[in-house]
Each structure stands twice: as C-alpha cells, then as structure tokens.
C-alpha cells in the first residue's frame, strides 16, 4: 500500500468533483483529513427529531422519485394498513390491497415514473367531529391514500427541516398538543400572561391547487415529482379536502406562509389555532392583528368565535377542539 493511501481515511477513491451532487451530503473535514459524506454526522433531514429551521432554507436539489418506488409504496402499504379506515368508492379495503399488492404495486409504481397514474372517483360521507357537527369527507381509493402516504413520506423530511418552526405542533411528528402546552407554559411563567387566542377559520378551503404546488415548489425542485402532486390534489374538490392523506401537512405548509411573517413574537401554534404571549393587554391586541393581517394577506381570517384576547389565561384551557 502506498502512503498516499494510507493516510487516507475512511475507503474509496478520490473524487474529481469538488463538491457532493446531493445537498447535505458533503464530506466532512476533521482534524487533517476527510470524512466521507457516509461516516459524516447525521444532517437536519436525518436525524429522528430534526430541529425546525428558523428560516426558509434552500430548496431541495436531488430527485425524490425515487421515494415513489415499489420499496418505498411497501413501506407506506404498512404505514396504511395500521389503520382502520374506510374503503373508497371502489370498495378496495387496506386487507384486500396487501393481498393482491404483488401485482397492483409493481404497476401502481410504474404509472408513477411514467406519468400515466390517475387517480380514482371519491366516496363521499360525512364524519361526525367531537363538537357534534358532521364533517363532509372526501374517501379516495385505498391506491391512492397509498401514494399520498409516500408522497407525504418524501415530503415532510424536507419541510421539517426548512419550512416549519420549533414554535409549530399539530400534524407533525413527535409534536402534539402537550408539546404546544410545554411551550406555551415557559411563557406564562417568564410572566407573559395575556393571550392572543386565534384560531383560523375554514382552514382547509380556500386554497387552489397552483397555490398548493407553489408553496411545495418553494422547497422541492424536483418537477415530475411536483407533477405527480398535482395529479393528487387536482382529484380531490379542494386540494386540502378532509379525507386526502396529505391535507395534514398542507395545513402546516398553508400556515408557514404565515408563521414567517409572525416570527418575531412570542407565539405558539398548535395546528391552525395560533396563541401569542404578551405582558399588557395592549400588546396583546396589538399581537392579534398582526396575527390577523398575516392571515389576511393568505386570503384566510379568525374565527370570530373562537378567538380572543385571554387574561392571566391558564395554558391548560389552550388548543383546545371547539375552542
């Protein structure tokens, strides 16, 4: 062995490029050599809870069709079949999928690199919600709750690291409601006792499909991925309609738009109801306009039922389902 190669670290030859062909994956200088990129610390998008950016990051700069494959539709065939949700228009069930997925992934997977996927009619039913109301539901065909699953899990990896705030919890991973009370409590005991409470109004609606693949485009430069995504949203009436398997972290992506322009104050938010920290009662209103104006300009606003400005507020009465 020469000694050129052996005070190499780590294997392999050397590369003549200069720099790594995928975003986050570049050697690592440590002491007087080179870490391959494989031996390297983990990056943002790998670790198991990634911390939130604080800003808009760069978009991401390799393909995610590959996250489409029949490997990774298996994957989301089991994330799916732990559920017990209710068959679509065709009747499929998440049972009768695993039984005949042998056949139907190989050329679910294949309409999707080719462009020729389609997806099926919707069922319509309506859910009754905790309040009493009965939410009207859109149910796609198990085969494309199955793709919007994958499509979510290439997805949310990049959002989670570029898109979503730390002060953000509700259809992510790892961040719930007690998540937001935690934080919203180190608030109220650094003395921060009036609340802007504003929960968003009809926050699914509203939204049209080329709005939906701009935010994602802010993010994601992969564009037959993005077409694909378009595919999806484009068959449901609204492209955040309750009852697609990615409307969840639409919201979030929705909302982002939002979250950027209301970083400077003591905020939380927990799904789409926001709640801003202040010592007076005048910053408190103050805070909840600005809130208010944010929303505005994302062509959203408060509920006027829900929302209000909450004195000495007890966190345990936040975030809560019907206000």
């Known amino acids: 062995m020469s000694k050129a190669t052996s005070e190499r670290p780590g294997r392999g030859r050397l590369s003549p490029s200069h720099s790594s062909r995928v975003l986050g994956c570049e050697p690592v200088l440590r002491g007087k050599g080179t870490v391959p990129a494989a031996q390297a610390p983990n990056t943002v998008a790998h670790q198991r809870n990634p911390a939130p950016a604080t800003h808009i990051g760069l978009p991401q700069s390799h393909s995610l069709m590959p996250l489409l494959s029949e490997q990774h539709l298996r994957k989301a065939l089991r994330q799916g079949g732990r559920r017990g949700s209710s068959s679509g228009a065709d009747g499929m069930t998440w049972a009768s999928l695993?039984?005949?997925?042998?056949?139907?992934?190989?050329?679910?997977?294949?309409?999707?690199?080719?462009?020729?996927?389609?997806?099926?009619?919707?069922?319509?039913?309506?859910?009754?919600t905790y309040t009493g109301k009965r939410m009207p539901t859109f149910v796609p065909p198990v085969l494309d709750r199955l793709v919007h699953r994958a499509m979510r899990n290439a997805i949310e990896p990049i959002l989670e690291a570029r898109a979503f705030q730390d002060w953000v919890s509700g259809f992510r991973p790892h961040r719930n409601r007690i998540t937001a009370l935690r934080q919203a409590a180190e608030y109220r005991h650094a003395g921060y006792r009036w609340v802007a409470d504003l929960d968003v109004a009809s926050v699914s609606l509203g939204a049209t499909v080329d709005e939906a693949i701009n935010w994602a485009a802010e993010h994601i430069h992969d564009g037959t991925f993005l077409a694909r995504l378009r595919t999806a949203?484009?068959?449901?009436?609204?492209?955040?309609?309750?009852?697609?398997?990615?409307?969840?972290?639409?919201?979030?992506?929705?909302?982002?738009?939002?979250?950027?322009?209301?970083g400077g104050l003591r905020v939380v938010r927990f799904a789409d109801n926001y709640a801003v920290f202040a010592r007076t009662q005048q910053e408190a209103e103050e805070a909840f306009w600005a809130i208010s104006d944010a929303l505005l300009r994302m062509r959203l606003r408060p509920n006027e039922t829900k929302s209000r400005i909450r004195a000495d507020a007890n966190v345990e009465d936040l975030f809560l389902i019907g206000g």
């Open 98 to 128: 695993r039984r005949e997925a042998s056949g139907l992934l190989p050329l679910l997977a294949h309409q999707l690199v080719d462009g020729t996927w389609q997806p099926g009619p919707l069922r319509e039913i309506e859910i009754p």
């Open 233 to 262: 949203l484009a068959a449901m009436p609204e492209p955040i309609a309750p009852g697609s398997g990615l409307a969840p972290m639409l919201i979030n992506l929705r909302l982002s738009q939002v979250d950027r322009s209301v």
